[in-house]
Antibody, heavy 122, light 106 residues
Framework: EVQLVESGGGLVQPGGSLRLSCAAS????????MTWVRQAPGKGLEWVAN????????KYVDSVRGRFTISRDYTQNSIYLQMNNLRAEDAAVYYC???????????????WGQGTLVTVSS | IQLTQSPSSLSASVGHRVIITCRAS??????LAWYQQQPGKAPKLLIY???TLQSGVPSRFSGSGSGTDFTLTISSLQPEDFATYYC?????????FGQGTRLEIK
């Protein structure tokens, strides 16, 4: 059974750092790209970052590029989101998602974790 | 690419048909998916590639469209369908979501 479990969220001051983890089971990361999506309290969904299954190609939304880094560890079957210089607008529930349903050259997120809450406040 | 959903909120009764639209600011072919989100839960994939029903999703859900105009139809609303619905485009980076449509019980 495919499972994604996020951890690492918490309260951090503006300008601080946090590292989120997403542990995958039921499949191997080497066969999938992975994604982070976030949702600010009471707001909609926002795509944050993608890492290709090769671990090399990475994409970010403009608002986090240069501050966030997505990475993966094949030995731990996990992905990470290192978040630096956090701002109030980064406060959100962060979900990792697996784009496992593919069609026409695109893969759609079919499995999601339960999310981890990041609060940015002094 | 901006996605605009309409309506932003909707009240409907059990058994009724509901149509939610999603308009893209440029041609995205059929690289669009629909998600359902219940409060406090992760999104759930309903439709991908604009019109393909995800495995395990009831057949009362259907999707259509291509290019810039897309629709999600729920043919006969059930109590468990009251939730927020999002479209998302995977045509090009950055991937973008619509603002969401909140479906409430009338």
């Amino acid at each position: 059974e495919v499972q994604l479990v996020e951890s690492g969220g918490g309260l951090v001051q503006p300008g601080g750092s946090l590292r989120l983890s997403c542990a995958a089971s039921g499949f191997t990361l080497s066969s999938n790209s992975m994604t982070w999506v976030r949702q600010a309290p009471g707001k909609g969904l926002e795509w944050v970052a993608n890492i290709h299954q090769d671990g090399i190609e990475k994409k970010y939304v403009d608002s986090v590029r240069g501050r966030f880094t997505i990475s993966r560890d094949y030995t731990q079957n996990s992905i990470y989101l290192q978040m630096n210089n956090l701002r109030a607008e980064d406060a959100a529930v962060y979900y990792c998602a697996r784009p496992g349903r593919c069609s026409g050259g695109r893969c759609y997120w079919d499995y999601w974790g339960q999310g981890t809450l990041v609060t940015v406040s002094s | 690419i901006q996605l605009t959903q309409s309506p932003s909120s909707l009240s409907a009764s059990v058994g009724h048909r509901v149509i939610i639209t999603c308009r893209a600011s440029q041609d995205i072919s059929t690289f669009l998916a629909w998600y359902q989100q219940q409060p406090g839960k992760a999104p759930k994939l309903l439709i991908y590639a604009a019109s393909t029903l995800q495995s395990g999703v009831p057949s009362r859900f259907s999707g259509s469209g291509s290019g810039t105009d897309f629709t999600l139809t729920i043919s006969s609303l059930q109590p468990e369908d009251f939730a927020t619905y999002y479209c998302v485009q995977l045509n090009s980076y950055p991937f973008t979501f619509g603002q969401g449509t909140r479906l409430e019980i009338k």
